[in-house]
């Protein structure tokens, strides 16, 4: 059974002095370096990755939010939760020298447990293979329940285009040796209203059986939530610190 975690969201309240201002690298470095400094006080020392979400209109940060913390029944507060599904590929990843292929049980976002090949030769070709599309992407939603390390789904995708579907970063991510982390980031033009509660990072990767699904690996709770309403911009952007 999954354990039951307790959002700590008003650690997040100080994001709110950015709004009003102008969407710039400045107030990025700003925004990071808040919710750095938040997530710097928990007690554990995990591999890090944090989410930072803006609206925009005509370049004015309208909400801000980011990865919220969590505390368990014992008190211990965690900066964030990987995945299990995270956790099950990286194994994957450092598997012993053969020449077999290694494959992955990971489950997709449909719920659908799937033979992913990490190692693969032949015909199966696994997660990365030219001629199709594979990658990451990024998604929000309304849903506002805990992380769970189990999760393998966005809870609440938003019902209007194209913000109800994942989007994908304009170029891939650069790793930075002074800093020790990458960001993946990209921004959409709504089509509809809502309030951003949660993000997702995830990845299409394609199956031993030759078809691409998608497979989530973080998932986070944003606070404070972002309201938005049709022609704003929805900007979000994953670090992961290692």
Known sequence: MSQQLILLRKENDLLNSLIGQSFNQRTKLEAYKILTEIHSKA?????????????????EVLGVGGSTLLKDKNGKIFSNLILDQFGVWLAGLFSFQSASARNILIKSTGGI???VGVYT???FFGILQGGITVGAKIQVGSGSTAPARTDFTIET??????????????SNPVYNSGLGNFKYNSSISTGGAGTINESILTARWRDIGLTVDNYILFRDIISPSASFIAGQTIALEYTVQL
């Open 113 to 115: 447990i799937k033979t």
């Open 43 to 59: 007690q554990d020392r995990s591999i890090g990755k944090m989410a930072l979400c803006y609206v925009l209109d005509k370049n």
């Open 157 to 170: 995708p938003f019902g209007t285009a194209p913000e109800s579907s994942a989007f994908v970063a304009p």
């Open 121 to 123: 030769s032949g015909t």
